[in-house]
């Protein structure tokens, strides 16, 4: 069977999967919803805490928790001024009585060291009290403030200096809430984990007076607890349970009675519930997903049938052109209930919150059936307003006088221009000046000049870009430049997270060619000297300048695997090479030795001249009528002295006295011949 052919069409797009909102125990508005605290983790285990001004859209005090520690609930609570004495009263009496001058508002942190921390609005410590376990939650109102923890339920005095009362409870209780029935003698609190129940208590006995049965409401733990407004139907409450995307109203009709299911708010959403916030007359549910389904608050209820709300006003905002559903921390409904809005805090990353008011009422009356909110995806920098200070850049002084002698700049020196390496556009078009010059001169000044060398704050931007978008050519381009003071000023300002990408972009392209990236060229070559040296460099200041980091990562040791591959693949012909570099070496002198011996001619023309296979002391005898010899005299170097002159006329006497000898010797034995041929002529004449 033939394999299925793919099929043209669209592509499908991954959908990534954000991460869930802060958990609402970690968050907390004030009773006048104009201020919420959240806490966010900065580095490692560490943990911040953040106060945000709603209306202003802006923090008012942030405090860090000591010792790395994490928060575990918050809440806001309302306390007497600290001191006492004649300033107390002096400052009552210029506020004035009634008007709450003598309380001020303060958040009371939990922290996983079982101890809370009492912040006021500039971020201060004001106190500190320990607690009797870790909490897992927190409640406060006009009432009483309470936290709870794994083994029992504690009272927080109300000067929020120690704990003025703990109740056991028999389960760990994950949510608690005081019930709007409550009074500063008589609690009505609720707790709940996987059941909910009702527990009276007063602060001046440890033991509660009334404590109601369990009861089951979910299958996973209950993540909020929320009271409505009293009715003539009783205490009701919503609950909010972790994975569900259902919220259950239960009702306590009289105080001392069990609750009982009376409403339930189905949202259409697919995604489960996180938070709620409640007005006198509408319910706002908010999702995971970041969407918002707002109910009507029901006035009629049904015990033995409960009803069910599934069609609620849908509120949600759009970020981007994608206009994809932002991320929203908690919502609060505007405090004048005649206003038909909300606040809801979207999560603009880097631990940032930027509050909206969203309008949910149609302006004749009534809910909008859905509304939808545009905002932005990046948040520029708006004009400089009254509440905010203008953005301040560094400037160096005109003043300060620079050394001329010293030339030698230090590898680790920044360059001084790099204010605009961190700003955006829209920082930058901001930045502009106001006044600006008109004419010949302005046109002029407005055309940037292009020439000089790259400075590390282009270079950086040009380098993130072309990592980010995976372009080789502005890559190429960005890893030409061999500077060492460049390479590690740019490598020092780009992001940390980018340096295992920009070592493995080195590593690939100390294998690739030259024409790499052109259609057809750079197939199974190498990068040359001058290439592979640049890329060198750039490997060379990533492991020096975030070579620390690189340490924590799992996958360095496969990047660098590779690079100790490579590099011993270029090694393997560096001894053959050699061996071949050293005999050009020596091939090249002796040519060189032989040229300059030849340059050194004679200095007369009748010198003799050397030929091969003959030497002076061959010597040539022919056998003829002559019978003499003769012996070829040979200059080998081509010149004459007076001892050399003298050395051949001795070799010459010797040579005729031999010749003269041999001579004579062939006469006698020529005449020796002679006669015994005479002689056999004779005999020969005789026998006849």
């Given amino acids: 069977m033939a394999p299925k052919q793919p099929v043209a069409g669209p592509s499908r797009q991954k959908v990534v999967a954000l991460p869930p909102p802060p958990p609402p125990a970690v968050s907390a508005f004030n009773a006048a919803r104009t201020r919420f605290a959240l806490s966010l983790p900065i580095l490692g285990s560490a943990e911040r805490v953040q106060i945000w001004d709603t209306a202003a859209d802006r923090v008012i005090a942030e405090w860090e928790v000591e010792g790395a520690a994490g928060v575990s609930a918050l809440c806001f609570a309302t306390v007497p001024l600290s001191g006492s004495g004649a300033g107390k009263k002096k400052r009552r009496k210029q506020r004035g009585p009634g008007n709450g001058g003598d309380d001020e508002e303060v958040v009371l942190v939990a922290t996983d060291k079982a101890d809370v921390a009492v912040l006021n609005l500039k971020g201060e410590i004001v106190r500190k009290f320990p607690l009797p376990g870790k909490a897992t939650a927190a409640w406060s109102d006009d009432v009483g403030t309470i936290f709870a923890t794994a083994a029992a339920v504690v009272l927080v005095s109300p000067d929020a200096l120690a704990i003025s009362q703990t109740w056991p409870v028999a389960t760990p209780p994950t949510a608690v809430a005081l019930l709007p029935t409550s009074t500063s003698d008589d609690l009505h609190i609720l707790v709940g984990s996987s059941a909910v129940s009702v527990l009276h208590a007063s602060p001046a006995s440890p033991t509660p007076s009334y404590t109601s049965s369990p009861l089951p409401v979910s299958t996973t733990s209950v993540t909020s607890l929320h009271p409505l407004p009293q009715t003539q139907h009783g205490a009701s409450f919503l609950v909010v349970s972790a994975d569900d995307r259902t919220v259950s109203q239960y009702t306590i009709a009289t105080p001392g009675t069990a609750p009982k299911l009376s409403y339930r708010y189905a949202s259409p959403t697919l995604s489960p519930a996180h938070s709620i916030a409640s007005s006198t007359t509408l319910a706002g549910v908010l999702h995971a997903s970041g969407e918002i389904s707002l109910f009507a608050l029901p006035s009629d209820l049904d015990y033995a049938r409960p009803k069910s709300d599934s069609k609620p006003s849908t509120l949600k905002l759009v970020e981007g052109k994608d206009e994809k559903v932002a991320r929203l921390a908690r919502i609060a409904f505007v405090a004048d209930d005649d206003a038909g809005a909300l606040w809801a805090g979207r999560m603009a990353g880097g631990g940032r919150v930027r509050w909206h008011r969203a309008s949910y009422e149609l302006p004749e009356g009534g809910l909008r059936a859905s509304t939808v909110v545009k905002v932005d995806a990046q948040d520029l920098v708006a004009a400089t307003s009254a509440a905010q200070a203008p953005l301040q850049r560094y400037v160096a002084p005109a003043a300060v006088a620079v050394d001329d002698a010293s030339d030698d700049e ?96 080195c590593v690939e392209r100390l294998g690739q060619g030259k024409g790499v990236n052109r259609r057809g060229g750079g197939a199974g070559s190498v990068q040359n000297e001058q290439q592979g040296r640049g890329t060198v460099e750039w490997v060379k200041g990533v492991l020096i300048e975030r070579g620390a980091l690189l340490m924590t990562m799992p996958s360095l040791p496969a990047q660098l695997a590779a690079l100790s591959r490579l590099l011993a693949t270029r090694m393997e012909l560096h001894q ?81 006295d031999e010749d003269d000898g041999a001579l004579d010797s062939d006469d006698d034995e020529l005449l020796d011949v002679d006669a015994e041929e005479s002689s056999d002529e004779e005999s020969d004449e005789d026998s006849e």
């Fill in 410 to 505: 230090s590898p680790a020196a920044l360059p001084t221009e790099v204010d605009l390496a961190d700003l955006s556009l829209g920082e930058r078009l901001l930045a502009l000046p106001t006044a600006q010059p008109s004419g010949p001169a302005a046109a002029a000044a407005a055309v940037p000049a292009l020439e000089g060398p790259a400075t590390a704050a282009s270079l950086t931007r040009l380098l993130v870009q072309a990592l980010h978008t995976s372009d080789p050519a502005l890559l190429t381009l960005c890893l030409s430049h061999r500077d060492p003071t460049l390479i590690r000023n740019t490598v020092r300002k780009m992001p940390a997270q980018l340096a295992l990408p920009l070592l493995r972009a």
């Fill in 576 to 656: 053959p090479l050699l061996a071949l570099s050293g005999r050009l070496d020596l091939a090249l002198a002796q040519i060189a030795a032989r040229r300059a011996a030849a340059s050194k001619g004679p200095e007369d023309e009748g010198a003799a001249r050397y030929v091969e296979g003959e030497s002076d002391d061959e010597v040539e005898v022919e056998h003829g009528d002559e019978g003499e010899g003769e012996v070829e005299d040979v200059d080998m170097m081509g010149g004459d002295s007076e001892d050399e002159d003298e050395d051949d006329e001795d070799s010459e006497d010797d040579d005729e």
